[in-house]
């Protein structure tokens, strides 16, 4: 049951473009929404999150985009950079938790960003 | 900055032994959680733990898995008797509180091999 989808598993971008990465939900209870960053051999570190009553939420080169109708979100990295490069990973927690407990993932995408 | 430490970095056991994955969060969070990931597939919740006791836990978490905080450091994960698929990259996380917006800070985790 995959509630969190993430369809791309890669991406490629050069350095100083736009990447977006996109995830798709389909729990209607989800409120809250994260991105997380994984390099290898490293556990996932959080990069940036969104609640479910706003639409986008901005920290230096990251932005989050949540479109509630859709059931979508993207996270924006502008200008990328070669340090970008890592797989990343959108969670979401649900409202019928309401603690911290429990993220349910996508699957990940893996990002490339070429000089 | 702080950080979540998890020791062994790699673990390889045979099919029936009993393993202790060990973790230290940091040190003035409350809530720890376990989450695993089998290569190629998602990062899956497991278990959460606040107050010396499980506040959540998925059903992957069956009776062949406990949690204990044998002192104010530790957090450990034990296996009773290891199965092939629980082959995985184990992650421990802890997070200050539980309110829904909290973030989860994870360790490098330990990649546990049954044989």
């Known amino acids: 049951d995959q509630q969190v989808k993430q369809n791309s598993p890669s991406l490629s971008v050069q350095e100083g473009r736009i990447s977006i990465l996109n995830c798709d939900y389909t729990n209607s209870m989800f409120d809250y929404f994260l991105w997380y960053k994984k390099y290898p051999a490293e556990g996932p570190t959080f990069l940036i999150s969104?609640?479910?009553?706003?639409d986008k939420n901005e920290d230096g080169r990251f932005t989050v985009f949540l479109n509630k109708s859709a059931k979508h979100l993207s996270l924006h990295i502008v200008p990328s950079q070669p340090g970008d490069s890592a797989v990343y990973f959108c969670?979401?927690?649900?409202?019928?938790?309401?603690?911290?407990?429990?993220?349910?993932f996508g699957t990940g995408t893996r990002l490339q960003v070429t000089l | 900055e702080p950080e979540v430490t998890q020791t062994p970095s790699h673990q390889v056991t045979q099919m029936g032994q009993e393993v202790i994955l060990r973790c230290v969060p940091i040190s003035n969070h409350l809530y720890f959680y376990w989450y695993r990931q089998i290569l190629g597939q998602k990062v899956e919740f497991l278990v959460s733990f606040y107050n010396n006791e499980i506040s959540e836990k998925s059903e992957i978490f069956d009776d062949q898995f406990s949690v204990e905080r044998p002192d104010g450091s530790n957090f450990t994960l034990k296996i009773r008797s290891t199965k092939l698929e629980d082959s995985a990259m184990y992650f421990c996380a802890s997070s200050i509180g539980q309110a829904s917006n909290e973030k989860l800070f994870f360790g490098s985790g330990t990649q546990l091999s049954v044989l």
């Open positions: 969670a979401a927690r649900s409202l019928d938790t309401g603690t911290a407990s429990k993220l349910t």
């Open positions: 969104i609640s479910s009553i706003k």
